[in-house]
């Protein structure tokens, strides 16, 4: 009978103190959650920087990505010169119904027109209307975040120093980097180490 | 609904005609339940074989047990297996290496940095640049690895906890889940299917402020398990459910292939973490917990206590990586993929240095880009087996190259579906409600079963 009671008693006393605590429930809506900065909401699309190389459309593991283009003729610039061809990009779609967010087609753009947006609020009540056009992916790009300062730990004069200061012929990781310019901040996992 | 009808003319039953055509077989197809009891005891019949899934909350996604019930007591367990295919080894033959990764994380989604390591570790070592890997790299994997355990533990303890009726033990799982489940966004980009560790390295660096928020998350994290803790080990409820439930001893664990907390709460310490180390673990401090129970209730607090070994080893892993920066990606860039991946405007994507450099400085590096990207790297023709410790046992995985771009066969032996033959052995004997608690603290994912 004790146990019972002195159960009963812990058990108010639970109540009673999480009776006066704050609810955790996140009000959606009203409150937007806090995503990092590299959070896989949806894919923005930079689009004079894609040259229709279809590199990830190629790359795509489920082949979500669609694209055409023609080409077009610049007529040349000065007397006896010669005419420029170069694609223009009349569709960029990615179908988000088959999407699996795994962001090779990012990794592999060269012309860096692909970005990854925390944005997440896209969802429909067809499954064809998950096929983003251009247009939309476009619309994405101001939500897209600002860039991280390269190597936060170390202020900008400090990691100009780094660069400087190493030697590129002893260091082992000198392979890895490219031709970069004292002016130049290090980015972390390609670093110099001091 | 229901009604009583011959095998034969069953749309919903056993096609492989191992019954007899007349024996009778009752659907449930929800509704009454009184009319369904009625029938089967006009039958005068003890003996009936139940369909336990694959559509029953208790069973652990699509798992179908087919049980031979005589009243209450199981004389013969079954499970019916590939209600979840998705051919996923078969796709890895038709893509890239470095593609093969996006999938194998899919294979079993409770635990998908270990699919993702246990396939990248095989692919280095077809490749021989096991020993080339960063150090840096090996810490964030070691990292990502001991934090993926947590979860897959803490969901093993929350839909154990909630099939046997508390759903106190699922909500403070799920709870605890979800702070390493954020650290896992910040670092990768999403919270499950990570597709982050990569032949060579890892995608990229830990993100500025990760070693702040995991060092934070820690001590939540341990408060969370300790909470557990005091929920489970003696609760009375809870031992009356799990003790000498599910019993499997050393020998039955030996004959079937188990590993992983089955086998240590059999009393062997058997670990791939320490028994071939991988990835430097050779290097941190931790036990292997065990237990000699051979039951549910000693599987569970094998779970509880390597949840325990694996925030020190956490601990241990962020030191390292606060010590100071390096690269997390294979130095050889005929292999490196991403190549120039860096903490761009996003986290991600190519770095403004290496567009520079393609686009503007060097035509041979944009066509270097275009090559390892289209075709991908070549492994040498040859066969590697790697296996990694996975919270649910041995995960190993089999590739075989026939010196292309792409495997010629990946094959894993996934410790889901090796524990999985122990439901025979485990539920046989016991009642109908002890094989729920059997099947739950094998921890099988079907997603890793079937492949």
New interface residues.
């Given amino acids: 009978m004790t146990k019972f009671l002195s159960g009963l008693a812990k058990g108010m006393a639970t109540t009673a103190r999480t009776m006066t605590t704050h609810a955790h429930t996140q009000q959606y809506p009203h409150v937007k959650p806090e995503l990092p900065s590299r959070s896989r909401g949806v894919i923005a699309l930079l689009e004079e920087n894609c040259t229709s190389c279809m590199l990830c459309a190629r790359e795509c593991p489920d082949w979500c990505i669609y694209i055409d283009s023609h080409k077009e003729t610049t007529p040349p610039t000065t007397e006896g010169g010669r005419a420029r061809q170069h694609n223009v990009l009349d569709r960029f779609a990615i179908d988000f119904s088959l999407c699996m967010y795994c962001g090779i087609c990012i990794e592999v753009c060269p012309f860096d027109a692909l970005f990854w947006s925390p944005e997440f609020e896209y969802s429909t009540t067809d499954i064809r209307d998950l096929l983003q056009e251009k247009e939309t992916l476009g619309q994405w790009m101001p939500t897209v975040p600002a860039p991280e300062p390269l190597v936060p730990e170390l202020p900008q004069t400090e990691a100009q120093q780094l660069v400087v200061d190493v030697e590129p012929e002893d260091d082992p990781a000198a392979g890895r980097t490219t031709k970069r310019g004292a002016g130049e901040v290090p980015r972390p996992g390609t670093e110099e180490q001091p | 609904m229901t009604d009583t009808t011959q095998a034969q003319s069953d749309p919903y039953g056993a096609t492989t005609h191992d019954v007899d055509e007349d024996t009778p077989v009752l659907n449930a197809v929800g509704g009454d339940w009184d009319e369904l009891v009625d029938e089967a005891t006009a039958l005068h019949e003890e003996r009936i074989v139940v369909n336990m899934g694959p559509q029953h909350p208790s069973t652990h996604g699509v798992l179908r047990l087919i049980l031979e019930l005589d009243g209450e007591t199981v004389t013969e367990a079954r499970a019916g297996i590939g209600y979840l295919h998705t051919g996923i080894e078969k796709n890895m033959e038709f893509?890239t290496w470095t593609?093969g990764v996006?999938?194998c994380t899919?294979m079993d989604y409770v635990m998908p940095i270990f699919n993702e390591a246990s396939y990248c570790l095989a692919v280095e070592k077809a490749l021989g640049i096991t020993d080339q890997i960063p150090e840096?790299a090996q810490t964030i994997r070691v990292l990502m690895m001991e934090f993926n355990r947590i979860t897959s533990h803490l969901v093993a303890l929350a839909t154990g906890g909630m099939e046997m009726g508390a759903t106190t033990v699922m909500t403070i799982g799920f709870r605890e889940r979800e702070r390493i489940l954020?650290i896992f966004?910040?670092?990768?980009?999403?919270r499950m299917?990570n597709?982050y560790i990569r032949p060579g390295g890892v995608?990229?660096?830990i993100?500025?402020?990760t070693i702040d928020k995991i060092r934070e998350t820690i001590p939540l994290v341990r408060k969370g398990i300790h909470e557990l803790e005091a929920l489970l080990n003696e609760n009375p409820i809870l031992k009356g459910r799990t003790v000498d439930v599910g019993y499997l001893d050393l020998s039955g664990c030996m004959a079937l292939g188990i590993t992983g907390p089955m086998l240590r709460a059999a009393g062997l310490p058997h670990d791939l973490r320490k028994a071939e180390p991988y990835c430097g673990y050779e290097t941190y401090d931790f036990d292997i917990p065990t237990r000699d129970t051979c039951d549910a209730y000693g599987r569970l607090r094998v779970r509880i206590d390597e949840m325990h070994e694996s925030l020190k080893i956490v601990e241990q892993a962020v030191d390292r990586l606060d010590a100071?920066?390096?690269?997390?990606?294979v130095?050889d860039?005929k292999i490196?993929?991403?190549a120039?991946?860096?903490?761009?405007?996003?986290?991600?994507?190519?770095?403004?240095?290496?567009?520079r450099?393609?686009?503007g400085?060097s035509m041979e590096s944009?066509i270097h880009?275009?090559k390892l990207?289209?075709e991908g790297f070549r492994v040498p023709p040859g066969q590697a087996y790697a296996a990694v410790e996975s919270p649910k046992g041995e995960m190993g995985c089999h590739v075989v190259s026939d010196g292309g771009t792409r495997p010629y066969r990946v094959h894993f032996r996934d410790p889901s579906f090796n524990n999985l033959q122990a439901v025979a052995a485990t539920a046989e004997g016991g009642s109908v409600a002890d094989v729920i608690v059997a099947v739950a603290s094998i921890d099988p994912v079907m997603g890793g079963v079937d492949r």
Avoid: C, Y
Wanted: hydrophobic letters at 40%; glycine letters at 12%.
């Fill in positions: 893509r593609q996006t999938f899919r840096r954020s966004e910040m670092i990768t980009g999403l299917n597709a995608a990229t660096d993100p500025a402020g100071g920066p390096g690269p997390v990606m130095a860039k490196a993929w991403p120039q991946l860096a903490v761009g405007s996003d986290g991600q994507g190519n770095s403004l240095d290496h567009i450099e393609i686009m400085e944009l880009h275009f990207v289209t």
